[in-house]
């Protein structure tokens, strides 16, 4: 029975993180948004063979979702 306490509350932990995991989680997803903002708008204004108009599209909006959860998780993180 105490295994199987520890475990639960294990997966209760596991699926509630602290303030500071979700504050550095945040921070590096958004890190990780403008990256792909940045390549977005490369793609968009470089020409070449390389990448295409809609593959920057899908690569700037993949970056502003990102970033956006991560100002989200930044504020769950501080309230």
């Not at 596991?14 to 990780?32: V, Y």
């Not at 070449?48 to 998780?73: F, H, N």
Request: with cysteine; net charge positive.
């Amino acid at each position: 029975m105490n295994k199987l306490s520890r475990f639960k509350a294990w997966l209760i932990n596991l699926s509630t993180p602290d303030s500071k995991t979700l504050a550095t989680l945040g921070e590096d997803i958004r890190k990780f948004g403008i990256t792909s903002i940045g390549i977005g708008l490369v793609g968009l204004t470089v020409a070449g063979d390389t990448i295409t108009t809609g593959e920057a599209l899908v690569i700037l909006a993949i970056g502003v979702c990102t970033w956006l959860y991560g100002v989200y998780l930044t504020h769950l993180a501080n309230s």
